[in-house]
């Protein structure tokens, strides 16, 4: 009988690991998995509705306080108006989309990712109007209203210490395995479906050579399915990889460089935004430099990030720095889901005249003075964004046009960024009462 047992559980075993081979060959193929939902006979995709339709078009409003100071038109793209309250909201939209299309990612599957905040929120929202599920891995020390939100969103969250990206539990390393392990686990799921019909055997005989021979799953570490595992009863699931997948820079390039393009009439002498993923930078620059060459985009890069000098210098880090040579986390700074230490394959579709490096301090009192003087609540990026608006307009003088990103309000920062005990702990406290701090 226990002979009989271990037959039955190896011939499982088998059939996994053939469905698992098939599973990745469909995907390599290009081919529809059983399951996938097809698009229209036309191939066109459908006007969206409902909650998908209210994200994007967001207004561009002149940043009164700024352009006065500076004698430029200094114009802000309020993303925080959308309805996941950020930028993210049309990455996640691109992301979903293209993956639903292309059978990666199926009704009824789980979106995975590691995010900082609001690419997170932005999925959260957006997912289930997809019919799909959310699992996060965030870092435990981003903002916890964050962690909050996407869990009162219906998402799953897993906190997890912060780490270089090349330690193992990185949480965009720990959210690449959550999806192999939901896609593992829904495997086994039709396993036992087709073993309960009889037609397993079958299935085995049939992609039993294609295993035995490199296939994708030879190649493939398929880990064992632990407590954290996402939704156990999905369809799978899709890491979303915002920082390599090109569907966020395709977003800003097919979305929100061409709105800034009409709001503006083509007239902006200059972009400037910094980058997380990079996606916002270079969807938007590289949209505007083919509308016109003259357009000047700049990026601007806040403490602990190795961007600037990768624009500046070429080469990622100081002389006191070897590249790729840090282990632990280097980042040193208040804002939240700006700042990297490694090119995303999204980076690099930016076309960027040049970069400006801002500090917390300017952050801090960037964003009380947009709070004093224009009403405007706005998280730590956006602060930095402005900083780098006044910046660009100083450099090129009056009666330029520049835009930037408003990325999301400051609702989401209330626990750091707007804690004045967190910041007086941190010799943050400001005490500007103008724009003197970006003299110093």
């Known amino acids: 009988m226990m002979a009989a047992a271990t037959v039955a559980g190896a011939a499982a075993t088998a059939a996994a690991i053939s469905l698992f081979t098939y599973y990745l060959f469909l995907r390599k193929s290009g081919s529809k998995l059983p399951w996938t939902l097809t698009t229209r006979g036309n191939g066109r995709r459908t006007r969206r509705k409902g909650l998908v339709e209210a994200i994007g078009n967001t207004p561009l409003i002149r940043i009164n306080s700024l352009s006065d100071a500076t004698g430029c038109e200094i114009l802000g793209k309020a993303e925080f108006l959308n309805p996941g309250g950020s930028v993210k909201d049309r990455v996640a939209v691109k992301i979903i989309e293209e993956a639903l299309e292309s059978g990666d990612l199926?009704?009824?599957?789980?979106?995975?990712?590691?995010?900082?905040?609001?690419?997170?929120?932005?999925?959260?929202?957006?997912?289930?109007?997809?019919?799909c599920k959310c699992h996060v891995v965030i870092p435990d020390d981003a903002a916890v209203e964050k962690s909050q939100i996407i869990e009162a969103l219906g998402a799953t969250v897993e906190r997890v210490r912060p780490v270089s990206i090349t330690h193992k539990d990185h949480f965009v390393n720990i959210a690449r395995r959550r999806a192999l392990e939901a896609n593992v686990a829904s495997v086994k799921r039709e396993t036992n479906d087709i073993q309960t019909n009889g037609s397993a055997h079958a299935i085995v005989k049939t992609l039993h050579p294609k295993q035995t021979n490199g296939s994708a799953y030879a190649n493939s570490e398929v880990p064992h399915i632990g407590k954290c595992f996402p939704n156990s009863d999905s369809k799978g699931g899709f890491f979303a990889d915002q920082f390599e997948n090109l569907a966020n820079y395709q977003a800003h390039y097919e979305w929100t460089g061409p709105e800034i393009w009409e709001q503006t009439k083509g007239t902006l002498h200059a972009f400037v935004a910094a980058a997380g993923t990079g996606g916002t930078v270079a969807g938007v620059s590289r949209y505007l430099k083919e509308k016109n060459r003259n357009v000047r985009c700049f990026l601007m890069d806040p403490p602990g990030s190795g961007l600037f000098n990768k624009v500046t210098r070429g080469v990622m880090y100081t002389k006191e720095e070897a590249e790729g040579k840090?282990?632990?986390?280097?980042?040193?700074?208040?804002?939240?889901?700006?700042?990297?230490?490694?090119?995303?394959?999204?980076?690099?579709?930016?076309?960027?005249?040049g970069a400006y490096r801002?500090?917390?301090?300017?952050?801090?009192?960037?964003?009380?003075?947009?709070?004093?003087?224009?009403?405007?609540?706005?998280?730590?990026?956006?602060?930095?964004?402005?900083?780098?608006?006044?910046?660009?307009?100083?450099?090129?003088?009056?009666?330029?046009?520049?835009?930037?990103?408003?990325?999301?309000?400051?609702?989401?920062?209330?626990?750091?960024?707007?804690?004045?005990?967190?910041?007086?702990?941190?010799?943050?406290?400001?005490?500007?009462?103008g724009l003197e701090f970006l003299d110093q």
């Open 358 to 433: 801002g500090t917390d301090r300017e952050a801090v009192e960037m964003s009380r003075f947009l709070l004093r003087k224009d009403g405007l609540f706005v998280g730590s990026s956006s602060a930095m964004n402005c900083v780098g608006a006044v910046r660009v307009a100083r450099d090129l003088g009056p009666g330029h046009t520049i835009v930037t990103i408003l990325c999301d309000s400051g609702m989401r920062h209330l626990s750091k960024f707007f804690n004045d005990e967190y910041l007086a702990n941190h010799g943050l406290t400001p005490n500007a009462t």
């Open 106 to 131: 199926v009704c009824g599957g789980v979106v995975i990712e590691g995010s900082a905040g609001s690419t997170a929120i932005s999925l959260a929202t957006v997912a289930p109007a997809y019919g």
């Open 326 to 353: 840090r282990l632990k986390n280097p980042f040193d700074t208040v804002t939240e889901g700006i700042g990297i230490n490694r090119v995303t394959a999204n980076f690099m579709m930016a076309e960027l005249d």
